[in-house]
């Protein structure tokens, strides 16, 4: 059965990205879902990248990865930064892992393990794949921060603090593309900053 | 030096309380600060109905414990009811606790000690004080839902479920004006459904 | 240059799906990214299980369509179905297509001509893949409204009338797996209305 | 009967200006309702000014003009100046005629051609009242743009170009009144960049 | 100058209807500015009905008392009716005059004292103008309440009663084109809760 | 019954501080319930400074007041600074003393008459306790005006001025404790405006 996933997808809609509210943005400023949309597809463009410097990526794990990471959100809510340190990050895996379990429990097998492997992939940063899609979680962050720095926002400096010391594992053309990446975020930010 | 603590209440002010978000209401339906708001006033009209009945309280205490329950909430968010089962309650209450030691570090002693204790009479339901906040923690929740339903909600019966049933471990005249405020509000409800 | 295209990203994040706010709902309700998120989930569920029925598909191809069936919209905006009848739908690909054009247009080839024919493909609904995300782009409006009805919404009868016998174009297992569950959602709504 | 149009009237209340929310304005920030009031305002005060220099102006067409200029939009949605670059103006306006036809077509002869002719006239800018109109509308803007400035928002620089260069085809005093208004807000908004 | 009036509407398009969120709607729910423009439509359809039916009425009059007669809150606040209670209506009467003369204090003679005079009429209900623009305030009330109980919202029975009793000071075609708008308003109300 | 009082408090928890709105911050900026939580958690702290120093404070009284001082504004809504220019302070207060005489008739003897010495107390700032719930209230202002210049906003100067000057008719170590906190906050924006 479908429907207990699609209503999981409805809450991720609606829940608010915490992190930017705590930070005296205004309620509704990012919704998870919002949020996982900006994450697959600047997966998808890293990816692409990669790839047309010549390295293989399985592409279809990217975007999978990228659609289910932060699903389980709509059962245990999205944790703030300052919440994980209280927590403890051990604590957050495995509380997300039993979410992610009930998300995909109506589903049949052999998808239901499918989605379960992935899901540990991710957390486990055990494939390249998993290593990229964190990148795209950064980007989007990254993008996120600008685009409400452009709005008006200060007092976001966190987040833009050693955003290009950050090492996500990866190595030869996946690390240029994100380093290039990000450096252009740096960048555009540092501009917004001199007007 | 006060400034951290104020800010932290500012955060509170905008923090969404995520079950509603999670149920389906839109971001900004209550905000944690606002819910702490109504705990108080909840529980003092709740503490000086019981001493009117010649039940002898701490009042001022209750004031203080309905002010400072939420106040970690400021550093970890809003964990909702689903999230706290994948936590467990050990955990949240351990995390809750260490953010709140965050929270009042930079008061002077004995006041952070006895703030300290304070939170965690609560967290224990220690004194009758804090039990009877506990109450007004969820006559305050049942009255936001009634409002909420009277705005058009629906889906939110899981609030009401077992909520006359509740034992919030007080006797005599403070478990009766509980009973009383909590069997108003759902009769208040059943008459709604009835319209 | 990915800047171009990630800054359309965080447009999605905050702009309207229309028909919503033209139904009474309060701007907010719904933004074009956290649809195309949902849209993109419930396209790798539905692709999911038709492969586990036997039938052939390309799940890579399906989720790249999802991703980036709205993304012209950072640019030209979201369309209500009222709109369209003023504008007709030919005027509308038309101008999406110029949209999606500039959106793409800082990427280098051969990706750039590649997207380009993934949105093509999706407009003229050239392949099983692009009919399947059109299905998804209905079975989230429908997981939606049902989730507004929850809510207290009404007057959204418009969105379910037809739902069941709408054609996609499908054939043999997509066809099932996409009307068993528009079934279950037409279902669940019916259960919402006795309640 | 005047229904149809009555909630036609409440669905431009909800309904976002697309402009802001595409620059980063959170959704809410400017109903297309709450304009046509600013509009509508502005069009009454550069006309009485125009007047009091001696020239003549029919007052209650311009009035009527306002109210009337953007209830299409109600049926249409607002489109954003980025969109119409990819329509094409001339495709906006027929497809506005029909929505406007609509809207009024359940009203009696012959106010229903009277309404129709203003809406003509103000796509056409044909009388000078439709012309002063359109200046109203951008005074509005501005003003607008200058509110949402002094709240933070940043990167409103391009509906500030050229503000003082557009003409909207007016002479004499109705050239200098409006002349005057788009020169007193960009010293404004100057003030509050040197601020 | 204008910059002082402009800066006014700009508030008035933010200030929240009061009314709406003490009974449970969010914040954003109308806007001053947006029920201003909706009683300016209301009044000029209603007006022109009038005249259809041959009676003599300034239209241009009622257009500007209905674009006026709301200025002042962008001073004063939106009181709500259960505040009017509290403070007596000739207490609000005088202040929103105080603040309407503060708002107008810049405009040169005789404009000045012309948009004085139309505020005191509207206060007086001097004219009949002045009583129609009352009646169309109350008919875009009204409309916004049905569309708000289209959108899930209970509890707005108040506004509903003694509507059809209402008298507006108003005589013959009058007379009869509120009153047949009122019941057309209260028929599809009666028709939605049936449904 | 506590029902009323109840309800008032829901009311509070989405009536928004109109003052924030009309200077061009977003409807749902800060509610009247977050804005009297922060105050009474600001008074709590401010009473608990000035004892340590010594001096004798009846800290329960100072959170009732705190926690009862905007309770008559769910029934007369929050006049804004502005308004009161035109309203005068004598009125505001004789309508909010009627309001709360109505929030609390509900309550039985003596505590009915209680709470309404405790109002008469705040409004004349008879007792120590009201003048430095009167502070509090103030130091809540200047906070959340700093969390809002944090995200942005800007024109918040006219809550700064004078600041720092302001009398609350308090002495010794409880002017202290008063003068200390305003300090650091005026100190905190200087901060934040070289940054």
């Known amino acids: ?42 997966a998808m463009l890293l990816a692409d990248r990669v790839r047309a410097r010549g390295v293989e990526l399985n592409a279809e794990r990217v975007l999978r990865l990228a659609l289910l990471h932060d699903l389980a959100e709509a059962r245990t809510g999205d944790m703030p930064r300052t919440m994980a340190e209280y927590y403890g990050a051990e604590v957050r895996r495995r509380a997300e892992g039993l979410a992610f379990a009930d998300a995909v429990s109506g589903l049949d097998e052999p998808l239901r393990a499918e989605y379960e492997r992935l899901h540990e992939d991710y957390e486990e940063r055990a494939s390249v794949e998993a290593r990229l899609v964190k990148a795209a979680d950064i980007v989007d962050l990254l993008a996120q921060a600008l685009t409400f720095e452009r709005g008006g926002a200060r007092e976001l400096d966190e987040f833009w603090e050693g955003a290009q010391e950050r090492d996500f594992g990866l190595e030869g053309a996946a690390r240029e593309v994100v380093a290039e990446t990000v450096a252009a975020l740096v960048a555009a930010r540092a501009e917004l900053r001199r007007a």
């Open 1 to 42: 059965m479908l429907l207990p996933i699609l209503a999981d997808l409805q809450r991720l809609k609606r829940l608010d990205r915490t992190g930017w509210v705590l930070r005296g943005l205004a309620p509704g400023a990012e919704s998870v879902a919002a949020h996982s949309y900006g994450v697959a597809v600047a």
